[in-house]
Every structure is written in C-alpha cells, then in structure tokens.
C-alpha cells in the first residue's frame, strides 16, 4: 500500500496554539492522503459574514466561543475530515469531548520564537493585537499548556520540520492509536 491509500475513517482534529501550522498541515494532509479540511476560522468568518477581529469586537469573544462549539456539534456526523481548530477551541471542555468522540485529536507545538515568526505582521488574530512579542506569547502559552496537552490524543512537535514529514508523522502515529 502506497503512502496516499491510507485511508483513515476518522477525524483528525488540530490543535495548538496560533502559529503552530494547524492550517498549513491540514492542507498538507488534504494534498498527502486526500482529506477533506475543515478549517473552523475560515468557515466562522464566511458563515457570519465578517472576520475573526470584528466577530470578537462587534459581539465580543463568547459569541465567537459558541459559534465554535455549535461548529464542532454540527462537525460530529463527519468522517475522514481534518478539523483544523481555531487556537482557543480546545480550551473549552465540551469541545474536547465531542472533538474527541469522533476523531484523534493531534496538539501541535512550537517555539514561541516561532509562533512570533509564523504569526508576522498580519492582524487577524485580536488575542494578540499589540502584544506580538516572545514573553507575552510564552505567558498565553504557559496558561493554555495543561489544557492543550489533556485535550490531545497526541502530541507533534513542527519546529525545524518540513511540513510532509508532520503529516506522516501524524498518520503513523494516529493509526497506531487506533489499533
Ligand atoms: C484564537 C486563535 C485564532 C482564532 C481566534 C482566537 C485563540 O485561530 O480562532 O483569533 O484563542 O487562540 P488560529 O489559531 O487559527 O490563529
């Protein structure tokens, strides 16, 4: 069997903090073993009509908290998706048990000096609208550390790495859990 015919008949959600390549592996897994992506903050910001900043600013961060719980709900009777997650998805309880009744869920991590570096000079992300620097970064991280790491089913480490070897790491790992 080839790498691109392991078909996996579950989800894989993917967490992690902003800037730690959820997006860009989901899409790697899209290319590398055919799954379907659903990427939470894009599909948010189409529905609603409206970006992730004025979501938070019009109608403050807790709307934005249950759209992402009632996305996941609806997310439930899906299979062989990748769920990239927004960074704070998995910081609520109910939405690590319903991420983790239908699929694996997979922390992605990284540097903060990295996370600084991947989130650059864009401003869509308001948790970190004027605080773009390594020690508030490694302050959010520490406070979200524990939640991350009891929500995941595994743990990938992305700095330093090209995005492929993630991808297979995942899908060797995420087989491996299965058995
Ligand atoms: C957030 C992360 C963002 C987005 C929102 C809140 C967070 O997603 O959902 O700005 O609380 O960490 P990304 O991790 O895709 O940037």
Known sequence: MGENDKKISFNI????????????????????????????DSLIEKREGMSIPEIFEKY??????????SLLIELQGKKNVVISCGGGTPLRKKNVSIMRK???????TAKPESILER??????????????????I?????KRKDRYEAAADLIVATDGRTKEEICDEIIEKVLELKR
């Open 138 to 142: 490694e302050e959010m991280l520490k």
């Open 60 to 69: 403050g961060e807790e709307h934005f908290r249950n759209l992402e719980t």
């Open 13 to 40: 959600a993917l967490i992690g903090f902003m800037g730690t390549g959820k997006s860009t592996i989901a899409a790697c897994m899209h290319t590398l073993y055919g799954m379907e992506v659903v990427e939470m």
């Open 102 to 108: 239908t699929g694996k869920v997979v922390l992605l």
């Open 119 to 136: 989130v650059g000079e864009n401003h869509d992300r308001p948790l970190l609208e004027g605080n773009k620097n390594v020690s508030f």
